[in-house]
């Protein structure tokens, strides 16, 4: 089901007041920035529901929901597959529907201090192949596991799709060797604070990173960042698959998903919450800080949606 982006109302409205207890929220390790310096404290001043919230890779938020170390009131996801592992757990499902509210792409972002400063330049106008500068003897690239975080497979995956654009079949081994390369893999909620130390030349990030973080960044073609949802028959044939349960994950359009999962203590926070991030206010702040806003979408069983999620996306 699609709403569109301008008929979310605002969103503070839940079914009891109060607002005394804590809504924790686990999101995806990308948001660190913006939810802890942008959203959090916007959505706690604005709902009066003290925030927690916790960053860490999307699919290692699936795995401790899974196994019960964390009990979220709300998982923020990049990507739908982390909550739809949620949807078919047995016996009984941890997650029922998730909201998709925003769009990302894939970006080079790098560091002003690297020595390869000014070839990264010459690559982001355009002078220089992108992939000739980062797979430089010495060069160092930073990106996350893909067993764990979606950036992960979806840099994989993004590679995968430059040897076919550029009918060079080395350019994803020349810059990331092994797929887990020991040597590249950080945590995503740390990934870009390393960068920033200067212990990195480049990560793999999502453009909202760059930008909330004010880093310089290479836009890679529509053909390959994951970003334009024209190509998306294109970004399949490129894909991963997890090691853990055998998933394969083909390229797709990068969306941001939120949900409730069944974990949840404080639910007329966590619908709060929900609605902030989905109304006009939440959806703003989330553009300034480079995330691409869209239509809601929901999937999964949407009658067991909260009633006061569907009165604001009704």
Do not use: C
Not at 2 to 15: E, P, R
């Amino acid at each position: 089901m699609v709403y569109l982006l301008g008929d979310v109302s605002s969103a503070t409205g839940t079914a009891t007041g109060g607002n005394q207890d804590k809504v924790f929220v686990m999101y995806a390790g990308s948001l660190v920035k913006i939810f802890e310096d942008v959203i959090g404290p916007a959505f706690q001043s604005e709902s009066g529901y003290p925030y927690v919230g916790e960053g860490k890779g999307s699919v290692q938020i699936s795995n401790l929901v899974k196994d019960g170390f964390r009990t979220p009131d709300v998982f923020v996801s990049a990507g739908t597959v982390p909550i739809t592992r949620l949807m078919n757990t047995t016996p009984t499902p941890l997650v029922d529907w998730l909201l998709k509210f925003g769009s990302a792409e894939i970006v080079i972002a790098y560091s002003p201090n690297s020595p390869h400063f000014e070839d990264l330049e010459r690559a982001r106008t355009g002078e220089i192949p992108w992939y000739e500068v980062v797979s430089q003897d010495g060069f160092k690239v930073g990106r996350t596991d893909p067993e764990l975080d979606p950036q992960g497979y979806y840099g994989i995956i993004t590679a995968e799709l430059a040897n076919r654009y550029y009918n060079d079949s080395s350019i994803k081994d020349k810059i990331f060797g092994d797929d887990r390369n020991p040597k590249q893999i950080f945590p995503e909620e740390t990934l870009k604070t390393v960068l920033e130390t200067g212990a990195l030349d480049a990560v793999i990030a999502y453009k909202h990173e760059a930008i909330s973080r004010d880093l310089p960044y290479i836009t890679l073609p529509k053909e390959i960042n994951l970003g334009d949802p024209t190509y998306s028959n294109y970004y399949k044939h490129a894909n991963y698959t997890l090691q853990a349960d055998q998933k394969t994950i083909y390229g797709e359009p990068v969306d941001f998903s939120i949900t409730i999962p069944k974990t949840v203590r404080n639910i007329d926070g966590a619908i709060s919450f929900v609605n902030f991030v989905i109304s006009k206010n939440g959806s703003q702040l989330l553009e300034s800080q480079g995330l691409n806003p869209i239509n809601i979408t929901s999937e999964g069983n949407t009658d067991r949606i909260p009633l006061y999620i569907k009165e604001s996306i009704s």
